[in-house]
Every structure is written in structure tokens, then in C-alpha cells.
T-cell receptor, first 115, second 113 residues
């Protein structure tokens, strides 16, 4: 089975722009979670989608949004980019058979640099 | 509030020696605990998890972890370290019915030849 894929792998944007990142989960996985990784804040949970619905949300401003499609692929969008949004954005997918004990499998990440 | 602590930013060990990477947690309820490893410019790779049952969990690449409820710890161990084990290690906890990981700050493991 192919793993979690994320596109693009690298992005450079300027302040004020917006960006869309894409995540394709492992085939058969229905849950997709997004995380932001920075040297200062570590790994922080952004949100989680299951069956096209956002089930959980972290403590990020409304500039961060996401969605999930019927094929479980997910996108996240960041509007009005700030320098502090520079980070590695990780996507993870899991089966979600009904409990939270399913292992989350991570993609390679998208490295976003905001200039 | 739920939290995970990795008290050591860095662990140095010689190749062939045993290694331990520490993790403690604070949750209200029964925790499900995970260890992940991250190599440079890569995503996180799953190593092992504790859900229930035997407190000693065996995982990938010869790693194991011991769940200790009284000490609220879930330390990662390996009997004999390899240089290739050098990476960033993350402990994470998730609560039942909450599909949200709380990650520790990460521990950089350096294995010297």
C-alpha cells in the first residue's frame, strides 16, 4: 500500500498570501489529521477530519482551515500568511474503525517558508 | 489538561550500549501511548503503541517501551543502540474517543560509533 502523500513538498510564499496544502491518505483510511511542526512550539494539532466532517480542532486562528473530500483526501488552507506560519505541516491518516486507538501514519510533510 | 513530557532534549549513547528515552504523561482517563521517530526532512514513523494488556510493548527496529501506570511513564528502550537509531523521538498520548494526539517536545537521540 502506498503511504500518506503530501503535495507540494516545499513552498515559499510571502506575507499576506494564502496557501493550500494537499494530503492523500493511505487507501482505506478515513481519518485525516493535520499538525504544524516548528522548532519552538514542537508538534501542534491543527484539526482532524472524518467522513468530510471536522471532528476535532486545535488552538489555531481562523486563518487555518481545512476540508476533506469524499475520497478522504484532505486540504488545508492558510490565509493571510504571517512569518510565524513558516513550519513543516504534517498530515496523518488512520483507519478510524470507531476508536481512537488506531495508529496514525504520517506523510513526509510540506515545508512552508513565509518571507 | 492533557500533556506529555519528554524531560531530555538530547540523549547521547555509544553504539552497542542500551538506550532509554523518557516520557511521562498527565491525562484524565486511560491513556493510549505511542512512540514515533523522525529522521531529518521526513515525516514521523510509527514505532509502537500501548493500548491495554502487557505493560511491555515491543515495536519496530528492536525498540520496546514499558508502560508504568503508577509513575505515569512510558519510556522507550533498546538493548543495543545502532548509529542508525540517531533521530528525533516523539512520545504521544491520545484519549479514548478523542482523535487528537498530544505530543511531547521530542528527544534527539545521538548514537556515537
Amino acid at each position: 500500500k502506498a503511504g500518506v502523500t503530501q503535495t507540494p513538498r516545499y513552498l515559499i510564499k510571502t506575507r499576506g498570501q494564502q496557501v493550500t496544502l494537499s494530503c492523500s491518505p493511505i487507501s482505506g483510511h478515513r481519518s485525516v489529521s493535520w499538525y504544524q511542526q516548528t522548532p519552538g512550539q514542537g508538534l501542534q494539532f491543527l484539526f482532524e477530519y472524518f467522513s468530510e466532517t471536522q471532528r476535532n480542532k486545535g488552538n489555531f486562528p481562523g486563518r487555518f482551515s481545512g476540508r476533506q473530500f469524499s475520497n478522504s483526501r484532505s486540504e488545508m488552507n492558510v490565509s493571510t500568511l504571517e512569518l510565524g506560519d513558516s513550519a513543516l505541516y504534517l498530515c496523518a491518516s488512520s483507519l478510524q474503525t470507531g476508536t481512537s486507538t488506531d495508529t496514525q501514519y504520517f506523510g513526509p510533510g510540506t515545508r512552508l517558508t513565509v518571507l | 489538561a492533557q500533556s506529555v513530557a519528554q524531560p531530555e532534549d538530547q540523549v547521547n549513547v555509544a553504539e552497542g550500549n542500551p538506550l532509554t528515552v523518557k516520557c511521562t504523561y498527565s491525562v484524565s482517563g486511560n491513556p493510549y501511548l505511542f512512540w514515533y521517530v523522525q529522521y531529518p526532512n521526513r515525516g514521523l514513523q510509527f514505532l509502537l503503541k500501548y493500548i491495554t494488556g502487557d505493560n511491555l510493548v515491543k515495536g519496530s527496529y528492536g525498540f520496546e517501551a514499558e508502560f508504568n501506570k503508577s509513575q505515569t511513564s512510558f519510556h522507550l528502550k533498546k538493548p543495543s543502540a545502532l548509529v542508525s537509531d540517531s533521530a528525533l523521538y516523539f512520545c504521544a498520548v491520545i484519549l479514548y474517543n478523542f482523535n487528537k494526539f498530544y505530543f511531547g517536545s521530542g528527544t534527539k537521540l545521538n548514537v556515537k560509533p
